[in-house]
């Protein structure tokens, strides 16, 4: 009788898929950053991106998972750790 195949899923911390997407955008002068006071996350959400070189917010309210699929930073096995 054949063996299942376990569909085990590896758990990233949020931490080092920051991490990872920042390395990658880093290329580009981009930074995820994460919001530290409540009023900045109701703002601009728990994550946003901010181009470096202008100093200015690219993008606001950021799915820190969804970003990292796009981006190509986490395998289709990975999953992150809530």
Same mark, same amino acid.
């Given at each position: 009788?054949?063996?299942?195949?376990?569909?085990?899923?590896?758990?990233?911390?949020?931490?080092?898929?920051?991490?990872?997407?920042?390395?990658?955008?880093?290329?580009?002068?981009?930074?995820?950053?994460?919001?530290?006071?409540?009023?900045?996350?109701?703002?601009?959400?728990?994550?946003?991106?901010?181009?470096?070189?202008?100093?200015?917010?690219?993008? &606001?309210?950021?799915?820190?998972?969804?970003?990292?699929?796009?981006?190509?930073? &986490?395998?289709?096995?990975?999953?992150?750790?809530?």
């Amino acid at each position: 009788m054949p063996k299942k195949q376990a569909s085990a899923r590896i758990r990233v911390s949020e931490r080092a898929l920051l991490q990872r997407i920042n390395r990658k955008l880093k290329q580009d002068g981009e930074q995820l950053r994460t919001a530290r006071s409540d009023q900045a996350e109701r703002d601009a959400g728990r994550y946003y991106l901010v181009n470096v070189k202008r100093n200015s917010i690219q993008s &606001m309210h950021v799915q820190l998972e969804k970003l990292g699929r796009e981006l190509g930073v &986490m395998q289709p096995w990975e999953e992150l750790a809530h």
